[in-house]
Antibody
Framework: QMQLQESGPGLVKPSETLSLTCTVSGGSISSYYWTWIRQPPGKGLEWIGYISNIENANYNPSLQSRVSISLDTSTNQFSLTLNSVTPADTAVYYC?????????????WGQGTLVTVSS | EIVLTQSPGTLSLSPGERATLSCRASQSITSGYFAWYQQKPGQAPRLLIYAASSRATGIPDRFSGSGSGTDFTLTISRLEPEDFAVYYCQQYGSSPFTFGPGTKVDIK
């Protein structure tokens, strides 16, 4: 049974870089699309971007200048980097996996990790 | 960017009743790449429906999805106590992928 688990700092200072990792267990990362989504406290869901198994990435234009997603097949992990953060980036960050290689609905989610941007 | 509008914002129903949730897109959704998710407090969203009408693995058949183009519907045939939650629609046919603002189904 595949599972996803986010990890990374829970507190980041303004103007610094947010870095999170999603560890995939119980299956290979060498298929599917791998996505990051965030949810500010008490608000709705925002798609950040995805990376495919062939490392083709696609980002939300609202974040594109600050975001990068990478894949590491040797460790079965994928990562999110968000530069120049502000308090508006405070959110629960989720990693997720697509339903299949041709259906990019989010079938499997990590539990989420809260990242607070504050000095 | 495709904007999704969900209605109603809140739906107050009793267990055993039928729930009908709507989602309208600002543009036609490519190839029916449309999904519904359920989220309970403190939990990650759970995929219910993908490809507009296909139930995800393990989802009870009281959940059904329909629609095409710009209008989509999630129906819960008979509400169980565990179904009271927030429901989000989402399109993944055009980048950026977008979510609706959610419909809260609460107990009347």
């Amino acid at each position: 049974q595949m599972q996803l688990q986010e990890s990374g700092p829970g507190l980041v200072k303004p103007s610094e870089t947010l870095s999170l990792t999603c560890t995939v267990s119980g299956g290979s990362i060498s298929s599917y699309y791998w996505t990051w989504i965030r949810q500010p406290p008490g608000k709705g869901l925002e798609w950040i971007g995805y990376i495919s198994n062939i490392e083709n990435a696609n980002y939300n234009p609202s974040l594109q200048s600050r975001v990068s997603i990478s894949l590491d097949t040797s460790t079965n992990q994928f990562s999110l980097t968000l530069n120049s953060v502000t308090p508006a980036d405070t959110a629960v960050y989720y990693c997720a996996r697509s339903t299949s290689w041709y259906q990019n609905a989010f079938a499997l989610w990590g539990q989420g990790t809260l990242v607070t941007v504050s000095s | 960017e495709i904007v999704l509008t969900q209605s109603p914002g809140t739906l107050s129903l009793s267990p055993g009743e039928r729930a009908t949730l709507s989602c309208r897109a600002s543009q036609s959704i490519t190839s029916g790449y449309f999904a519904w998710y359920q989220q309970k407090p403190g939990q990650a969203p759970r995929l219910l429906i993908y490809a507009a009408s296909s139930r995800a693995t393990g989802i009870p058949d009281r959940f059904s999805g329909s629609g095409s183009g710009t209008d989509f519907t999630l129906t819960i045939s008979r509400l169980e106590p565990e179904d009271f939650a927030v429901y989000y629609c989402q399109q993944y046919g055009s980048s950026p992928f977008t979510f609706g603002p959610g419909t809260k189904v609460d107990i009347k």
